[in-house]
Each structure stands twice: as C-alpha cells, then as structure tokens.
C-alpha cells in the first residue's frame, strides 16, 4: 500500500469516544516495549505519527490513526509492564477489552511480539483472546534486525510453539529500523480487509 494520508483521528478511554468513521479498524496489541509506535511510523512512513517513549508503558488510552481514508489503524495501551501498579494495568486491560467487546469495524488484529524472545504469558493470553473474538489474526515480530536472517526460522519456530499457532499462520519478521517486513504486513492486512 502507497500510503498518501496518515493521521492520528481520535484517543479514546471509553466506548463514547470511539470515532465512528465506519473505516475498517486493524488493531495493534502487544507489551509495552514490543515497539508498537515505531510499527506504526514505518508502516505509514512517517517519522512522528506515534510518538515513541523512552520509558514503555506510556500510552494509556487507545489511538485511532486514519491511513488513506481506507481503514483504521489502532493502538491499543501497551500491557505487561512491571513498573506500573496492579491498579493501573487492571484499568488499561478494562481499556482493551471493553474496545475489543464492543468495536464493530474491527476486520483483523495485529498480535506484535519481540521476536529476540519467547513470547510471555501475557502475550499468550492476548493470542488465546483474539482467537476468542474470532477476528482475523496477524503475527508479527518485531526488532527482526537485533537477530541475524539465518535465526530467524528458529526464532519463529518458538514463537508459534509458545502462541499454539497452526503450520499455516504466518508470523511476519519486522523490523522499523531497516523497513523490512512492511510490505509483507500490508500485504496481509489488504487480503483480510477485502476479504467478505
């Protein structure tokens, strides 16, 4: 996808504040350092549309970015950072599942893990969820440039094992540093979005 127009259209708490733009929305989960912000500038070529923290577990509301007037790109809170209280992140799960309940325009969800490491519990309760939802389901790894080509297969290997994914669920290497993967991820999310 070429993209032309990117922009960040809402941040919402609560089911009022969802835009209703009628867009289909792809959804991005993942840890709070897994470098969701960093996703989203490469994949819509711009350098500060999400603005990347120096300390994960920033982003605490869900951000709505419009990308071509074509679909929704959504960034859901980080989750599994320690250093936020119990209370905290029992609010941002609210957060999460109250929108994943309740968004009709979701077409698909981006699960993001860091491919350098075996996927945490945490990651394996979002995957166990969205197949709860029964949305469509993409994987990708990100940070692939920390890890050379020739471990990538092994990588993967662990993070299919560890999320129970089938031979023919892609897990897509990424990485915002040396742009690779974009292609690959967009390619993707245009299969599901103009699927019926």
């Known amino acids: 996808m070429i993209v032309k127009k990117a922009e960040l259209v809402r941040t919402a708490v609560e089911p009022g504040q969802y835009p209703d733009t009628g867009l289909p929305e792809f959804v991005l989960a993942g ?21 990347t923290a120096s300390t994960p577990g920033k982003t605490r509301v869900i951000n709505f970015f419009n990308v071509n007037d074509e679909l929704m790109l959504v960034d859901l809170p980080g989750y599994g950072y320690a250093k936020v209280s119990k209370k905290e992140q029992l609010k941002w799960g ?38 709860q939802t029964q949305n469509d389901f993409i994987v990708v790894a990100t940070k692939a440039d920390k890890i050379g080509r020739s471990k ?23 990485s915002a540093e040396k742009r690779s993967g974009i292609e690959d991820v967009w390619e993707k999310i245009e299969t599901i979005k103009n699927r019926e």
């Open 94 to 131: 609210r957060i999460i599942e109250t929108y994943l309940n309740t968004s009709s325009f979701i077409k698909g969800i981006l699960l993001l893990v860091d491919i350098r490491h075996k996927p945490t519990e945490d990651d394996i309760l979002m995957a166990n969820y969205i197949r």
């Open 152 to 174: 990538y297969k092994k990588h993967i290997d662990i993070i299919k094992k560890t999320l129970n994914l089938g031979a023919e669920d892609d897990v897509i290497p990424f």
């Open 31 to 51: 840890r709070s350092n897994v470098g969701k912000s960093s996703f989203i500038n490469a994949m819509t070529n711009r350098k500060n549309l999400a603005r």
